[in-house]
């Protein structure tokens, strides 16, 4: 009995930091974290996806291996082009998050977010964010 197993990675690395995410089409092969967001079963062929939004897929962007390095990627990524001022910071994060300045609103919550747990936390929070989820 021969059988062939694909195992799931979680690569780690600057060529794996992307807003992309690419998928290998094994068909024995499934991931947690893109099963959250509806990712078709290999095994199966769809002529139609449904689309639905879950509370795991905010779990899973706030927990997963992946949405934590890249909270971390972009955490420093800010901190460069922020200034190194908080005020910056969220100028930087929602210029390249949502292609807009920030409000007063956004200003002033994003700078206590920052403050109060910090870039990644902010980070983890602006890529929950419906804004930068869904292209309306």
């Given amino acids: 009995h021969n059988s062939q197993f694909y195992e799931m990675k979680d690569p780690v690395g600057a060529s794996f930091s992307r807003r992309s995410l690419y998928r290998m089409w094994i ?6 974290f893109l099963d959250v967001f509806d990712c078709p ?3 199966a062929t769809a002529p139609l996806r449904a689309v639905t939004t879950t509370p ?4 899973a962007l ?3 291996s992946f949405a934590l390095r890249m909270s971390d990627v972009f955490a420093r990524r800010l901190e460069k ?6 005020e ?8 390249l ?11 002033r919550e994003g700078a206590a977010l920052i ?3 910090g870039l990644p936390a902010f980070s983890r929070a602006l890529f929950n964010s419906s804004e930068f989820l869904y292209v309306d």
């Fill in 88 to 95: 910056g910071q969220v100028r930087a994060a929602f210029a």
């Fill in 41 to 43: 079963d290999p095994s």
């Fill in 81 to 86: 082009e922020g200034g190194g001022k908080t």
């Fill in 97 to 107: 998050c949502f292609g807009r300045a920030p409000s007063g609103d956004d200003l």
């Fill in 62 to 64: 706030l927990n997963h």
């Fill in 56 to 59: 795991l897929q905010a779990l």
């Fill in 115 to 117: 403050e109060a747990h």
């Fill in 27 to 32: 068909r024995s092969g499934r991931s947690p």
